[in-house]
């Protein structure tokens, strides 16, 4: 009930508009937050790119308060999650959290804490999750980073959720020796139609997505309602999100793409639906099917959106092939136990299969 009477909220946006009042003047990579009430509607980060009164989900009329926080982004390094004294170590990075200028362990990694701690504890193996910057991302310096963090581990298989899946594409590229595997999980490697949005000019809403101005207002809401879960932060990260990113070459790591998708085709998807909303997120699930709707109601992403995890297409998440599919929108992919081992599986089985190759190789 509550994502309707929020979707409800922000759509109304679109109709009525707001006149911004701002308690301080926001200096670069400051946090604003736009209350109507009590209620934050709009997190954004501000870049200097973006008047903070006027920002692009909002218009004028009535009052909406915008309070400015200070904050410092996180620094790139290793949290222990479980520690096993096992040779193999399984590092997450985790994608994009809109709300890390709370605080270092925000809601989003204490799920990811939590879920793996398990895997870790059920397996007997380390692992760790790389926390890095996402609101003002640098994926290269993260990657970079990353490989100076783990220099002295052996063994080591990425776990990455979707934007951390960016991250793991730039420390492939460099070719560290002690990365053996990576999985990524509902990557972008090709971007996502849904980030274009954001940092689309409303005046040319109708030119790009051959739509009123109304229905692309409306998929902003929803974009911002499930990126965020009811507290949106536009940021300049979402930049690396974009449509048709070239991505890098993954290629000389052993690799598996965990995918997922949303069913909506018919009455027999309705029992996986409901399944899914008491075993997860019923937010997430609600957010994302909801995106889905809008995203293949435009014309120009209806294509694109045909099978998405209501975040990222599949033909950008299976980008490079060796694509596992699960019935699953794009936070399952990271919260599911199910998914997260039949990945650990794949990846192993290869990184096995690779030994043996080189072992054969070495001995003719």
């Given at each position: 009930?509550?994502?309707?009477?929020?979707?409800?909220?922000?759509?109304?946006?679109?109709?009525?508009?707001?006149?911004?009042?701002?308690?301080?003047?926001?200096?670069?990579?400051?946090?604003?937050?736009?209350?109507?009430?009590?209620?934050?509607?709009?997190?954004?980060?501000?870049?200097?790119?973006?008047?903070?009164?006027?920002?692009?989900?909002?218009?004028?009329?009535?009052?909406?308060?915008?309070?400015?926080?200070?904050?410092?982004?996180?620094?790139?390094?290793?949290?222990?999650?479980?520690?096993?004294?096992?040779?193999?170590?399984?590092?997450?990075?985790?994608?994009?959290?809109?709300?890390?200028?709370?605080?270092?362990?925000?809601?989003?990694?204490?799920?990811?804490?939590?879920?793996?701690?398990?895997?870790?504890?059920?397996?007997?193996?380390?692992?760790?999750?790389?926390?890095?910057?996402?609101?003002?991302?640098?994926?290269?310096?993260?990657?970079?980073?990353?490989?100076?963090?783990?220099?002295?581990?052996?063994?080591?298989?990425?776990?990455a959720h979707s934007m951390g899946g960016i991250i793991a594409e730039h420390i492939a590229a460099k070719h560290p020796g002690n990365v053996k595997g990576i999985i990524f999980a509902g990557t972008p490697h090709l971007g996502s139609p849904l980030a274009n949005v954001l940092f689309t000019d409303p005046d040319r809403y109708e030119e790009e997505f051959l739509i009123d101005k109304k229905t692309a207002e409306n998929l902003r809401a929803a974009l911002l309602i499930s990126y965020a879960g009811f507290s949106a932060t536009y940021a300049p990260g979402y930049r690396y999100l974009l449509w048709q990113r070239k991505p890098l070459d993954?290629?000389?790591?052993?690799?598996?793409?965990?995918?997922?998708?949303?069913?909506?085709?018919?009455?027999?998807?309705?029992?996986?639906?409901?399944?899914?909303?008491?075993?997860?997120?019923?937010?997430?699930?609600?957010?994302?099917?909801?995106?889905?709707?809008?995203?293949?109601?435009?014309?120009?992403?209806?294509?694109?959106?045909?099978?998405?995890?209501?975040?990222?297409?599949?033909?950008?998440?299976?980008?490079?092939?060796?694509?596992?599919?699960?019935?699953?929108?794009?936070?399952?992919?990271?919260?599911?136990?199910?998914?997260?081992?039949?990945?650990?599986?794949?990846?192993?089985?290869?990184?096995?299969?690779?030994?043996?190759?080189?072992?054969?190789?070495?001995?003719?």
């Open positions: 009930m509550r994502f309707f009477l929020v979707a409800i909220v922000l759509l109304g946006v679109s109709m009525f508009g707001f006149n911004i009042i701002l308690e301080s003047t926001p200096t670069l990579y400051d946090v604003v937050e736009y209350y109507a009430g009590d209620w934050c509607i709009f997190r954004m980060v501000y870049d200097g790119t973006v008047d903070p009164y006027n920002p692009p989900l909002l218009e004028t009329n009535a009052t909406v308060i915008g309070k400015v926080i200070k904050w410092q982004k996180p620094e790139e390094k290793l949290a222990e999650i479980h520690k096993e004294g096992s040779s193999l170590n399984l590092v997450v990075i985790h994608g994009m959290d809109p709300r890390e200028y709370t605080g270092e362990m925000t809601e989003y990694k204490k799920e990811i804490k939590k879920v793996f701690e398990e895997i870790g504890e059920r397996l007997r193996i380390n692992v760790y999750l790389f926390i890095y910057p996402t609101l003002l991302a640098d994926p290269e310096k993260s990657a970079e980073r990353f490989i100076d963090l783990t220099k002295d581990m052996e063994n080591i298989i990425i776990f993954f290629s000389n790591v052993p690799f598996v793409n965990l995918v997922g998708t949303i069913s909506l085709d018919s009455v027999e998807s309705i029992p996986g639906i409901l399944l899914n909303i008491m075993t997860t997120s019923a937010w997430d699930t609600l957010g994302l099917i909801g995106l889905k709707l809008l995203a293949s109601s435009v014309s120009t992403m209806k294509d694109d959106f045909e099978e998405t995890d209501g975040m990222v297409p599949c033909k950008s998440a299976s980008y490079g092939g060796n694509a596992l599919v699960f019935d699953a929108d794009h936070e399952d992919l990271y919260k599911r136990r199910n998914i997260i081992l039949e990945g650990l599986s794949y990846i192993l089985f290869r990184i096995l299969e690779n030994e043996v190759i080189l072992k054969k190789g070495g001995s003719q």
